[in-house]
Structure formats: C-alpha cells, structure tokens
C-alpha cells in the first residue's frame, strides 16, 4: 500500500466498528485507468483506529463514503484532463460563474444539450471541440458576446440582457488584455511547437509580463534596447542552467543586439507599463513596474535568473549591451536577421 498522509479528523458513523466517532481522513496517490489511459491521482479515504492497527488489519481499517468516492473519482478524471490540457471540473465552473451563469444557461449560450455543463461538472469528460469552446469565451468575452447574439432566443429578453451587461463588463475588464495579446499570439503561431528556436517551451504571456515588471522595478531606468537584451539573457542563462527557456519567445540577431521577434507586439500588452518620451528626432520607450502584477508567475529557480541577470546588466547602457552582446556566440555566428537557436546559450559568456 502507498504512503498515506492525515488530511483532517472527522466525527462520522464508522462501519469498520458501528460507532460514531472520530476518525482520520488520509490521503495517497494511487491509480486507476481512465478511457484506456492510466492516470496518478490523489485518493481520499478513512481510517478507523477503534479495531486495531496490526499491518495486517490496516486495510480492513479503511473505508469510504459514497461522497468520498464520488470526489476521488472526481479526481481522477481532473487528472486525466490536465494530462490532456483540458478543463477541469472546478475551471469549468468557474468560466460558467464568471458570467454569472447556470449550467442551463451556459448550455444554451454554446447551443449545447441542457444537461451537457451539468455532466462536465459533475461526471464527465469534454472531449477537445467542447473544450475549445469553453476556453474561447473565458479567454475572450467577446467571442461570449458573438454566442449570445448566435443563441440569444434561447433565453428570455430581460436574462438575455442581464447576460450581455455582465459580458460587456468582463469585456472592459480584461478583455481589452486579450486582445492585446492577439498579435504577439499571432507572430507565434509558426513556433506552435517546442524547438531549438523556443527553448522548448511555448510562448507564456505571463511570465514576460511578469519579467518586465520586475526588471523595471530593478533597473533606475529601463528602456526598450536594455530589456530586449536582458529578456535574451534571462532565458539564454535558464536554458544553459535547465534546458529549456524561461518565456518561450524566439530572439532575432538586430543591429542592436537580440530582440524578441514581436518585440513591436510585445510592448503592447496591455499589462506592459510602457511609456513613449521623445528626445530630439528620437522616441524613446521607458518601462515602469506594474504594480498590478505579483510574482507569482516566476518560480524561485526563474527568480535566481533574474536576478543574477539584474545585478549584472541593470545599470549597463544600449551602447554596453551592444558591446556586450557582440561577443556572445550566439551573436558572433549569427548573421542579422537570423533567428537565434537557443543552443547556442551553452556558450554564453556574460555569465
């Protein structure tokens, strides 16, 4: 039997010894096979210690309710969803309570069976098509907006109405960050796989986000040639450390060093605090910290990186990164234009 841990203690009618009492709630991985595909999850059970704790009477000491088993085999399908990247249960309800629906409601707006959210949140697994479409209007409530107006005589005029408000309001809360998102998305659609040109790793908006923001916050002054290069370095020194990228961009060799393809696209985001100054025939684009942003999206060993990455560069200028860079061999057998493969980090020297 697998190692077990104490989750909790509860009062309950025990039917190892027919009394009410407390008894330990412990929990283990365990596996079970799901549509031909075994899957790990972690399985919730009791444990009466009334009867004896011999090896040999600890399994007898264990039983489950009808809710218990219910939610491990709960977990076990959220298991194999997350190994298919599809939503779980619990995200499905909260894109469902994000636009203050019910399962019905939820159903008719995707012009899907009434009972079909009900299933998904309780039993069964979505195959891609559906979840696709679940993770279209989360994403993007717009697209929500354009299913409503599809299967709006579906619903009363006062609920239509109610439903478009609260979409509209989702729309001028972070939709407006979704589709700031599109064209950087959209310049990354040809590294759709992990490559040598990606650091194996797909493009996460997040995290550059996330990036930016701390190193405005290190940086005295941070302009648009010193990121794009400390960006370069960040993920060149994590892939060199743990073989894949940090953010998943492609660099390009630029006259001024390396720079993300998209970097345009990129200072965008609408959770990119950037801020246009002109100096004499020039623009020039400082970046400040958002204050919105915590670091959540970055991990300690990411974190390590950063601030390795900081303390070196922080107070470099354009002119040192160009300096800097042009030594690097990834610069050096590179011609401009081309983009960068990420092996060649194993050689890098700033560092």
Known sequence: MAKSALVKTVHTDCPVCNTFHQVEERARMTS??????????????????????????????????????????????????????????????????????????????????????????SKAIQDEAYDTMLRLIKENPLMAIQFLDKNGDKFQEPKRMQIRTKMIEKLDAYGKEYLSRQPLVSAYVKFSIPSDYNG????????????????????????????????????????????????????????????????????????????????????????????ALDRSELSKNEMVILDTVSAKFRNYSASDFVDSIQEEAAFRQTNQGDIIPYSMAKKIRAF
Request: aromatic share 14%; with cysteine; proline share 2%.
């Open 32 to 121: 079970t096979t799901i549509k031909g595909e075994k899957v790990f999850y972690e399985e919730h059970f009791y444990s009466c210690k009334n009867s004896g704790s011999a090896p040999d009477r600890k399994e007898r000491n264990e039983f489950k309710t009808v809710a218990l088993d219910d939610e491990n085999l709960m977990s076990a399908r959220n298991a194999y969803r997350k190994a298919h990247n599809l939503f779980t249960s619990d995200e499905i309800v909260t894109v469902r309570e994000n636009y203050g629906l019910t399962q019905v409601e939820l159903a008719k707006l995707l012009g899907w069976g009434e009972a079909t959210i009900a299933r998904y949140e």
């Open 200 to 291: 194996y790793k797909l493009l996460d908006i997040n995290k550059i986000e996330s990036m930016i923001s701390y190193y405005a916050e290190q940086a005295s002054e941070l302009y648009k040639v010193q990121l794009m290069n400390m960006l370069w370095y960040a993920d060149a020194l994590f892939y060199k450390t743990y073989n894949n990228s940090m953010t998943g961009l492609a660099y390009r060799h630029e006259r001024l060093g390396a720079f993300p393809i998209g970097h345009q696209s990129l200072m965008q985001l609408k959770n990119v605090n950037v801020q246009a100054e002109e100096e004499y025939e020039y623009t020039k684009y400082h970046f400040y910290p958002n204050t």
